[in-house]
């Protein structure tokens, strides 16, 4: 049954959650550091290497027989399944996308993301839009409009980046499971895909790890906590944050990530992209400024 939403946000709350954001907006340096590894490779290291590093958390905390409960639960283990998929996917393009210098496109995307939110709310909850949301929308899509001919294209890693997570975080909202829980299911169920992608490049003689010094294998080993940490903060603070404020601290990544796309990484940001994403910001100050001024209900999964 509904729960109403807690009266105040508490400190270990908001410092954890911003914590989780703070890491994803710097993990595009970590992903430039192993560069000189495929994109694929260091994609299944980053699941081989979170499911190790899972393992004895879970043991620790006691989690594995309800973790064994959504494995023979049918509807459940789909669900992951699919999240799963949607998570690989826009995993595998981030890291591919910092690799090739186009880190202010995967900005965009999380940018755009509350925003694809509130698009599937609509196709596929049946939510009605407010009119202020509709100005958001419409504010948005100007945004992109112009991101597509300053960049000459469809901005499609954006697209797909906010499109996979929004769908991802659609599932995982209505599939009643902990969050470490599904991360260590995710997890398990392409480990095995990732570890046979592993040991079929070192049959081909392509295996960056092991082979291309300690320094490389290790960097790639952390994969697995940099993956893992960031996600088990968001779930702690999740709990200790009002929606509404966690709506503004997922800001911190994307702006995080933007400025050190220009700062350290000299990707080009000129006046056309400057006002894309203005128009980007202002959809995303309206959508903010509207959840603070409404009462918020949020349900026990979701606090």
């Known amino acids: 049954m509904p729960?109403?939403?807690?009266?105040?946000?508490?400190?270990?709350?908001?410092?954890a959650a911003t914590l989780a954001y703070v890491i994803w907006g710097l993990v595009v340096v970590y992903w430039k550091w192993v560069g000189a590894v495929s994109a694929w490779e260091v994609l299944a290291h980053r699941v081989v290497w979170c499911l190790v590093f899972l393992v004895p958390i879970v043991l620790a905390l006691g989690r594995w027989a309800a973790i064994r409960r959504a494995l023979t639960t049918r509807r459940t283990l789909l669900a992951l399944a699919a999240c799963a998929v949607f998570?690989?996917?826009?995993?595998?393009?981030?890291?591919?996308?910092v690799q090739q210098g186009r880190i202010i496109e995967t900005s965009l995307g999380y940018y755009i993301n509350p925003l694809i939110v509130i698009a599937i709310g609509v196709v596929l909850l049946?939510?009605?839009?407010?009119?202020?949301?509709?100005?958001?929308?419409?504010?948005?899509a100007v945004g992109v409009a112009m991101q597509a001919w300053a960049l000459g294209f469809v901005p499609w890693i954006s697209l797909v980046?906010?499109?996979?997570?929004?769908?991802?975080?659609?599932?995982?909202?209505?599939?009643?499971?902990?969050?470490?829980?599904?991360?260590?299911?995710?997890?398990?169920?392409?480990?095995?895909?990732?570890?046979?992608?592993?040991?079929?490049?070192?049959?081909?003689?392509?295996?960056?790890?092991?082979?291309?010094?300690?320094?490389?294998?290790?960097?790639?080993?952390?994969?697995?906590?940099?993956?893992?940490?960031?996600?088990w903060m968001f779930a702690v603070g999740a709990r200790g944050v009002r929606m509404s404020t966690m709506g503004f601290l997922q800001y911190i990544a994307p702006t995080i990530s933007l400025v050190i796309a220009v700062a350290l990484y000299d990707e080009p940001f000129d006046m056309m992209r400057l006002v894309s994403f203005g128009f980007i910001w202002a959809a995303l100050v309206v959508v903010s400024l509207e959840a603070f001024r409404r009462p918020m209900i949020v349900s026990p999964e979701e606090r």
């Open 161 to 231: 980046l906010a499109t996979s997570f929004a769908i991802y975080g659609y599932i995982r909202k209505v599939v009643s499971v902990e969050a470490l829980d599904g991360l260590f299911i995710e997890t398990l169920l392409i480990a095995p895909i990732a570890l046979g992608y592993l040991l079929w490049r070192e049959g081909e003689g392509d295996l960056a790890f092991a082979h291309t010094g300690p320094s490389m294998s290790l960097l790639l080993m952390l994969a697995g906590p940099i993956t893992a940490v960031p996600l």
């Open 126 to 140: 049946g939510e009605k839009l407010s009119p202020v949301r509709i100005a958001s929308l419409v504010l948005a």
């Open 87 to 97: 998570i690989g996917s826009n995993w595998g393009i981030f890291i591919w996308a």
């Open 3 to 15: 729960a109403p939403a807690k009266p105040a946000d508490t400190l270990n709350g908001v410092l």
